[in-house]
């Protein structure tokens, strides 16, 4: 008679080695959250600063522009420019953090929602021998209270 000999082959993982294995893969997983988080976070981050760079600039653009071709100005309270044109009154001033633009109409949005103005100033830099020269200081930051960004820019109304 022939005696087989059954050996016990262990075929599954012991439970310490599926503990392992286990903390390995939540070790992996917990970095690529974590990865996942911080690329969305600086994406946003990222596009805040965008947004509010485009705005501000484009809205210095605009001022610089009007005051070039005008004719007169007047500065009230420092925040508000009046500005007289060939075409008409134009009025740059803010209303519940919104830069405005009033020319004829009623006022247009120079932002828009996604940004705050924080500070508008207009300054006469004009001596009495120059041209009427005007600098402005204009601060944005967005809703989510990042850091506030100052604009500058100055022009010279053409005469």
Known sequence: MKIQIIKNKNSGFSLIEAIIYVAILGTFIFAFVSFSNMMTTSRINNQIILEINNQGNQA?????????NS??????NSSTLDLTTPNGNVNFSVSGGILNIT????????TNNKV???NLV??????NSTAENIKINLTLESNSNTTPVTFYGSASIRK
């Open 60 to 68: 210095i653009k605009t001022i610089t522009r009007y005051i070039r």
């Open 116 to 118: 705050i103005v924080n």
């Open 103 to 110: 020319e004829g109409q009623g006022p247009i949005a120079l």
């Open 71 to 76: 004719t007169a100005f007047s500065i009230s």
């Open 122 to 127: 207009f300054l006469n830099l004009s001596q």
